[in-house]
């Protein structure tokens, strides 16, 4: 059984950092890293995707909207996935969260589908105060 244990969230003012991380104990069937997609939900809103990392790091996609402040990276010696965070701003305040597919890969086009994730991380709040 796949489990994805979350840390990192917090409140931080607009202008600084923050880095999750979501720490993936178990593995798929085939003993190979989970690619991990990252979304967020803000209060009143749908989850929305904001970054994908492939199995071995060689494939990342981000949100249009996010692109240049938020890296998505991993450690598989750690069986860890990272989101930082940088230049925050309120509209970034919501529940992030990390996912993880059984599939080896999650097509482009496909990849901020919270269906095509199987695993989800119990969600850790981040709050941007102005």
């Known amino acids: 059984q796949v489990q994805l244990l979350q840390s990192g969230g917090g409140l931080v003012q607009a202008g600084g950092s923050l880095k999750l991380s979501c720490t993936i104990s178990?593995?798929?069937?085939?003993?190979?890293?989970?690619?991990v997609g990252w979304f967020r939900q803000a209060a009143g809103k749908e989850r929305a995707f904001v970054g994908y990392?492939?199995?071995?790091?060689?494939?990342?996609y981000y949100a249009d909207s996010l692109k240049g402040r938020f890296t998505v990276s991993r450690d598989n010696d750690k069986n860890t996935v990272y989101l930082e965070m940088n230049g925050l701003k309120p509209d970034d305040s919501a529940v992030y969260y990390c996912?993880?597919?059984?599939?080896?890969?999650?097509?482009?086009?496909?990849?901020?589908?919270?269906?095509?994730?199987?695993?989800w991380g119990q969600g850790t709040q981040v709050t941007v105060s102005s």
């Open positions: 990392i492939s199995q071995y790091s060689g494939t990342k």
């Open positions: 178990g593995r798929a069937f085939n003993d190979e890293p989970s690619p």
């Open positions: 996912a993880a597919a059984k599939a080896s890969w999650v097509p482009k086009d496909s990849v901020s589908r919270t269906s095509e994730y199987d695993y």
